[in-house]
DNA sequence: CGCGACGTTGATTTGCCTCAACGATTGTGG
DNA sequence: CCACAATCGTTGAGGCAAATCAACGTCGCG
C-alpha cells in the first residue's frame, strides 16, 4: 500500500525505514468514488493528499460561475489548495474525483511534526512546489502567447493519456477555451 | 548593508548570529545601472538575486519575438530563473533592470551549503516559492477568466506603485494584451 | 423508455490584435 | 546647446480568433 508512495519519495530524499514509518504512520488512507467533492471553495483544506489510484480535477468557479480547470490529477500526482493548507484559510478551489480514486493524506499538524522531526521534508515539499510552480509558469506563458490549438496539441503531447480519462468540456476549461471551440479545434486539425 | 534581507529573513525563521554572519558571507553585492542585463535566455542561471534598490523585469521571448512579463521586483523581492537555477541547466528567461539597482546574490553551490549548514533556510525558500506560486496561480485563473480590463485594475489596485516605475507596455506585456489595446483601456477608463 | 451529460455544428457577435500614422518626451552625440 | 533619433504613448481603420447563442445527435443510465 505505501509502496508508490515511497518509490515517489525516494526520488527525492533518503530515508531510514524509522524515518519512513515515521512518515506513514501520519498518512491517512481514503477510498472515494467518482464525482465525489474533497474540496468545497469556503471549507478549509486541511489535507494534501497523494493519489494512489484514480483521477481527480482541482478548479476554480468563477464570479460568473465558470470553471476554471487547473489540474488534471493522476496516479503518483498530489493534490491540494495549497494556500488554504498552509494558512489555514478558507479555500477558494473545488476538488473532485473524476474517477473512483484511492488517496493518502496528510494533515497540516501532521506535516509540521513531520517537518520538525524528519527536516529532509522541507527539501522534498520544496522540490514539488518548485516543479509545480515552473509548469504553471509555462502553462501561463503559452496562454498569453500561444493560440488555443497549439495549447490543445501541445498539452496531448505532454499528457497522452489525460484525453482519455478526462471529458472534453473540462479539458477545454484548463486551456481557457469554450468546449464548443475546442470542439471545432479538434475537427480542424484532424482534417489535416 | 544586510539589514533588509535580515529583516526579510527574520519574518519567516529565526538565525543566531553566528548563522546570520555565515548566510551574509555567501551573499554577493552587485550594483548595476538601468537596462543592465542580468541573465538572457541561453545562458546559465547560476545566481537568486534578492533586490535591496531599484527595479528590475522577468520576461519570456516566444517564438514570434513577443516578450511576456512575468515579474516586475522592486526593493525586497527576489528575482531568478528558477528552473535554470535549480537544475543547473539554460536559463530561457531574461532578467533585465529597469532602474539603477543593488542586488545581493547567492550562487547554487552557496546555497546548497546553506542549506546542509543551516537546514532552517529550506523553510524560507519553500514559503517564498509557495507564495511565488499562489501568485502565479491567480494570474493564470485571471488571464483565462477575466477580460482585460479588469485584470488592469486589479494589477493597479494589487501593486500601485509599479506603475509609476515601469513603463506602460511592459505592463501590457504582463497582462497580456498588445501596447495599443491597453492605452484604449486606459482611456476608456478614465472616461468614467 | 426518457432524461441528463456530453459533443458537434452553424450563425452571429465581440474583444483584442495588427498596421499605420502621429505627438510628446527623453537622451545623446556633434 | 541644439538637432536628431529613440523611446514611449495615443488614436483610428480594418481584421481575425474565439465567445455566445441555439439547435441537434448520441450515448449511458435510472
Not at 150 to 166: A, L, N, S
Request: charge should be positive.
Amino acid at each position: 500500500m505505501y509502496q508508490q508512495i515511497d518509490t515517489y519519495v525516494n526520488k527525492c530524499i533518503s530515508l531510514s525505514k524509522e524515518e519512513l514509518e515515521y512518515f506513514h504512520s501520519l498518512l491517512q488512507y481514503k477510498k472515494v468514488k467518482r464525482k465525489s467533492f474533497l474540496l468545497r471553495a469556503g471549507e478549509k483544506c486541511d489535507f494534501e493528499a497523494y493519489l494512489v489510484k484514480g483521477c481527480a480535477r482541482v478548479y476554480y468557479i468563477d464570479e460568473n460561475g465558470f470553471e476554471v480547470d487547473l489540474l488534471f490529477a493522476v496516479e503518483d500526482w498530489w493534490i491540494s489548495d495549497l494556500a488554504s493548507f498552509s494558512q489555514q484559510k478558507p479555500a477558494t478551489l473545488f476538488i473532485e474525483t473524476i474517477e473512483d480514486s484511492e488517496l493518502l493524506l496528510i494533515d497540516y499538524k501532521s506535516k509540521e511534526a513531520l517537518f520538525k522531526k524528519v527536516p529532509k521534508f522541507e527539501r522534498l515539499f520544496r522540490l514539488m512546489i518548485q516543479k509545480a510552480y515552473e509548469t504553471m509558469m509555462d502553462r501561463l506563458i503559452a496562454n498569453i502567447s500561444k493560440p488555443a490549438p497549439q495549447r490543445y496539441q501541445d498539452f496531448v503531447k505532454k499528457y497522452p493519456t489525460i484525453p482519455q480519462r478526462v471529458p472534453q468540456h473540462l479539458i477545454a476549461a484548463y486551456l481557457g477555451v469554450s468546449p464548443e471551440f475546442l470542439s471545432k479545434i479538434r475537427t480542424r486539425l484532424s482534417k489535416t
